[in-house]
């Protein structure tokens, strides 16, 4: 069965680092979306991303995020500059169409210090 | 926007009982609710969804309710197991600008006791 993979399943940083982190999506999806999971909280929506361009952003995804599909199969979140408050588990999801279902991928644990 | 709320929090039965979870969304324009079964280290497995045409949806042990008039949901899970513990997530969406936004409730952590 087909599935989103994500990489790497942990990342620690230090602040004001750059993280980069890669998704591959499912293959015949055409809408990608990250989300991220504070511990213990819920899944919050950051991104969504289509034909090459955003669709539509929350309030979290500031000017210190960007995502970005820079080939055929991968879809990255980039966080330029890392803040304490950035330490989560973030969430790759792919959907085939509009409206269908999102499959989410396993997440990266990143941890700021 | 959207707002999904979500109870119990937390979920504690015995195995063979019955488990209900209640959610309820504020956006009328809301139009499919996914549920998602997250176990520990993973991301969210969808188990379910219904959309705002259908009021009631079933899949062996795993059945949802829908009641668009109050704006509130339901997952109801039959003859539990204790391979069914972990947190499940509810969630609304709808066609916000022509693609899918999905907000997720706080999550219910159920625990099936053997």
């Known amino acids: 069965e087909p599935e989103v993979t994500q990489t790497p399943s942990h990342q620690v940083t230090q602040m004001g680092q750059e993280v980069i982190l890669r998704c591959v999506p499912i293959?015949?999806?055409?809408?990608f979306y990250w989300y991220r999971q504070i511990l213990g909280q819920k899944v919050e929506f950051l991104v969504s991303?289509?034909?090459?361009?955003?669709?539509?952003k929350s309030e979290i995804f500031d000017d210190q995020f960007s995502v970005e599909r820079p080939d055929g199969s991968n879809f990255t979140l980039k966080i330029r500059s890392t803040k304490l408050e950035d330490s989560a588990m973030y969430f790759c999801?792919?959907?085939?169409?509009?409206?269908?279902?999102?499959?989410f991928g396993p997440g990266t644990r990143l941890l700021v210090l | 926007g959207e707002n999904v709320e979500q109870h119990p929090s937390t979920l504690s039965v015995q195995e063979g009982d019955s488990a209900v979870i209640k959610c309820t969304y504020s956006?009328?324009?809301?139009?499919?609710f996914p549920w998602y079964k997250q176990e520990l280290g993973k991301g969210p497995q969808l188990i379910i969804d219904?959309?705002?045409?259908?009021g009631e949806k079933k899949d062996q042990r795993i059945a949802v309710t829908l009641n668009k008039t109050a704006k509130h949901f339901s997952l109801h899970i039959t003859e539990t197991q204790p391979e069914d513990s972990a947190v499940y997530f509810c969630a609304a969406s709808r066609l916000s600008g022509g693609y899918q936004k999905v907000t997720f409730g706080t999550g219910t952590k159920l625990q099936v006791i053997p």
């Open positions: 991303f289509y034909n090459n361009e955003i669709s539509e």
């Open positions: 999801a792919s959907s085939e169409g509009v409206g269908e279902t999102q499959y």
């Open positions: 956006d009328s324009a809301s139009n499919y």
């Open positions: 293959s015949n999806h055409l809408y």
């Open positions: 219904i959309r705002s045409n259908v």
